[in-house]
């Protein structure tokens, strides 16, 4: 079977299109793969679980036997990591049904609370 001259070319310029577009789809219009998407929604909620979270860590903090020697304990602290740390001990980064304290809540705890006021 003879094919047209013109074929051969038409067909390396649709294989040569069809990789531009899917260059530019994953480069510049923001295409992602399934693993990629998954992990983006994972990120996304365990960050809105914290933000929701962080609040009532704080509120915790603040109604602790022992608050204001707390709070100032928690001031002369000079590292962001050893004020996660105070946070996680304290008990006050874990989550209710929880077992352990989560990093992620006793850092964005720790954060609300360096903004607090003695």
């Not at 070319?9 to 998407?37: E, Q, R, S």
């Not at 992990?39 to 996304?44: D, I, S, V, Y």
């Not at 304290?90 to 304290?101: E, N, Q, R, S, Y």
Request: glycine share 10%; with cysteine.
């Amino acid at each position: 079977m003879k094919l047209p001259p013109q074929t051969v070319p038409a067909l390396w310029g649709a294989a040569g299109g069809a990789a531009l577009v899917v260059l530019l789809g994953f480069t510049w219009f923001g295409w992602v793969t399934g693993g990629t998407a998954q992990n983006m929604a994972k990120e996304r909620s365990e960050a809105a679980v914290v933000a929701a979270l962080t609040p009532i860590c704080v509120a915790r903090f603040k109604e602790s036997a022992d608050a204001a020697k707390n709070l100032e304990t928690f001031k002369k602290i000079e590292y962001a990591w050893d004020k996660t740390v105070f946070v996680e001990k304290g008990g006050w980064a874990t989550p209710p049904g929880a077992d352990k304290p989560s990093t992620a809540l006793a850092h964005s705890c720790a954060e609300a609370l360096g903004k607090q006021k003695l």
